[in-house]
């Protein structure tokens, strides 16, 4: 056989031309065959090809067919003869490409007169040789012409790039032949593995590249597709057996590889002579904690400080490391699992404001007087150590005392100047899932609360102001700008539970640029996100941003650079979004399944959609979708009994007791 990328050079012939003893050539699944006719049924022709396969052919699938008839009783015997002929005559491409040297285009039958090629051994190496020599003779529409110079070098390149990719495409192959259960296959080289694991989580995004994905189903064929990506990706160790899933059928990135190079530990130095206690405040299951805050009492007031993780102190920008975070964009807090945006070592050990730890941090500062009142501000990159992690219940706890007062003090004026209230969202009850072993519980987040308003303050204090700073220098940064208020939040999937999009109260919506512009929530006239770099990509860019400005010297991102990145990462952003609502649903489904079948349940009516009936359940806010046999009125207060969840079909069966 022989493999050709060019057009395919195809005759219509007479059949009564044609007759058993002849050889022929056709393509067969993209290869170029050699054949030798045996019979003739009808309208198609009886060939077998040097692999010993049966073919039954039109006469207008043959690219070329042979004059002299040969021996057909003995067709295996006959073929090896007529390809050692055919490999013998291979020097005739050297005569046909003088022929060609004019520069003028020709088809076959012109060069093989010009040539005196009569013999059929000779024509079959002509037209073998011309269609596999690519790299220096372009085949379009029946017509064979000499490359150029530049063309050639086109062609050279393209040639390799063809057979870099078969040996990787050979390469896997045989990795994938050899899975078997509890098995990993035969080594992948770092560079293929990385490279695998890449096009996997792109075929599950995008069903690309198709070549792959052929692959995969011509050498795992007893497979279900999707089920096969899942399994290679476990082999290659970049999903779990525990990842959740919805994550794992998502093409996200999920586990990282071993020693990915991009860190450089900061130079960390003693902390500045002042020392307060540094305090960092985040749910008691959190471990990558990335923001603190400080308060010490000076002769007019307060000193506040926010203290931030100086990731970009640590990370190279890009590093491998660097690039693999850019392709995860942010933490993903899902009900089973936390993906970390940093490998677990960086974001919850190395980078993370751990009690009684030294880490560098880009500090703020704001000096504030006895009446709440902002009088100065500044920051700064410095070394702290860190007091205490302590819960927002603790924190809450604090809040009589003193100096925690003045803070709350300071935030409450900031909120109100801003002309936010102290609810957050007029329901300020969040419940969000969480898997603890089998188990499935709700956990409750009240928003509301005196310690989350105060650090939220915080953060946006400390967000708002570098934007300030941000847009009034020649270094781009990333802004969160809000688009133009509108009447009503724009509808989403009909099926998807509320949770998964949060649009704001007035149905605004949030976008990355690099241009500032007024944030109406904010109130102000530009606005980033700094406050998070462990979790977020973006914020982390801004770090790298501002400690340019910081030092005057050139921004590690041109502001091309930036307008190149913003569409990737809010495409990544949507696919986590969409990731978070399908986790969600699977363990809502999983938990009413666990408590709540053949039990009343307090819920209200929604709307129909074309998988069943919307229900939002009552206790948590939560939406499910209903096969049932009664439509109730719309935002009709009702009790659902479950009979049974289809955890596949992502639905449940439910009695509506009105």
């Known amino acids: ?170 390469q896997v192959q045989a990795y994938i032949r050899d899975l078997a259960p509890n098995d990993s296959g035969q080594p992948l080289s770092p560079d293929l593995k990385r490279q695998l694991i890449a096009e996997l989580q792109l075929l599950q995004r995008e069903q690309s590249p198709p070549d792959l994905a052929s692959l995969i189903r011509k050498t795992m064929p007893e497979r279900d597709f999707d089920r096969a990506l899942i399994e290679i990706r476990l082999a290659l160790g970049d999903l779990s057996p525990d990842t959740d899933p919805a994550l794992s059928i998502s093409g996200l990135p999920v586990n990282f590889a071993a020693n990915v190079p991009g860190y450089q530990a900061p130079g960390i130095t003693q902390p500045r002579g002042e020392n307060p206690e540094v305090i960092c405040v985040d749910d008691p299951d959190s471990r990558d904690y990335d923001d603190a805050f400080s308060v010490v009492k000076t002769a007019t007031g307060y000193r506040i400080g926010v203290h931030i993780t100086d990731v970009a102190a640590s990370l190279v920008p890009g590093s491998d490391l660097f690039e693999e975070v850019l392709e995860r964009v942010s933490s993903l807090y899902l009900p089973a699992e936390t993906v970390n945006m940093l490998p677990d070592c960086l974001a919850e050990d190395l980078l993370s404001l751990r009690a009684g730890e030294l880490r560098a941090v880009l500090s703020f500062y704001c000096d504030v007087d006895q009446d709440s009142g902002l009088r100065d501000w500044t920051f700064l990159r410095e070394t702290i150590r860190v007091g205490s992690n302590i819960s927002y219940a603790e924190l809450d706890a604090r809040l009589s005392r003193g100096e ?8 409450d004026a900031l909120r109100s100047e801003r002309g936010a209230t102290s609810q957050t969202s007029g329901n300020d009850l969040l419940y969000n899932l969480r898997v603890s072993g089998s188990r499935v519980r709700f956990k409750r987040i009240d928003f509301s609360s005196p310690a989350r308003v105060m650090i939220e303050e915080l953060m946006v204090l400390y967000n708002r102001l570098m934007a300030a700073m941000a847009s009034e220098s020649d270094i781009p940064f990333l802004y969160r700008n809000i688009s133009s208020y509108e009447d009503n939040v724009p509808n989403d999937d009909e099926d998807a539970p509320d949770q998964a999009v949060i649009p704001s109260q007035t149905g605004s919506q949030a976008y990355i640029s690099t241009r500032p512009m007024f944030h109406p929530g904010i109130g102000a006239k530009a606005y980033l996100h700094a406050s998070s770099p462990i979790r977020r990509v973006v914020d982390l860019i801004n770090q790298y941003q501002f400690h340019a400005w910081l030092e005057g010297r050139p921004a590690s991102f041109s502001q091309e650079a930036l307008d190149t990145l913003v569409p990737a990462i809010g495409k990544r952003l949507l696919l986590q979004r969409e990731v978070v609502r399908q986790s969600e649903r699977y363990w809502l489904l999983r938990y009413l399944k666990q408590d709540w079948l053949h039990r009343p349940l307090d819920a209200v009516f929604i709307k129909t959609s074309r998988r069943g009936c919307v229900f939002e359940l009552l206790p948590w806010g939560k939406r499910i979708i209903v096969d049932c046999d009664i439509t109730p009125p719309v935002s009709y207060e009702l009790k659902l009994l479950i009979t049974t969840v289809d955890l596949t079909g992502q639905t449940c069966r439910a009695e509506v007791i009105l």
């Open 1 to 170: 056989m022989f493999e050709s990328s060019l057009g395919r050079h195809l005759i219509k012939d007479d059949m009564n031309t044609i007759q058993p003893g002849c050889m022929a050539l056709f393509y067969q699944a993209g290869l170029l065959v050699t054949g030798l006719v045996t019979g003739i049924e009808g309208t198609l022709l009886q060939i077998v090809s040097t692999d010993g396969a049966s073919h039954a052919l039109p006469a207008a699938r043959l690219c070329l067919r042979g004059t002299e008839v040969y021996d057909s009783s003995d067709p295996q015997r006959t073929l090896g003869d007529f390809q050692e002929q055919v490999h013998q005559n291979r020097d005739v491409l050297e005569s046909a490409l003088k022929v060609l040297s004019d520069g003028e285009g020709r088809n076959l039958d012109a060069i093989t007169q010009e040539l005196g090629v009569l013999s059929d051994p000779r024509r079959f190496a002509l037209f073998i040789n011309l269609n596999q020599a690519t790299h220096l003779v372009s085949h379009k529409k029946g017509l064979y012409r000499l490359l150029s110079a530049t063309e050639r070098q086109d062609a050279e390149l393209s040639e390799k790039q063809r057979r870099e990719r078969q040996d990787y495409l050979d």
């Open 404 to 411: 925690y007062q003045m803070v709350k003090a300071f935030c």
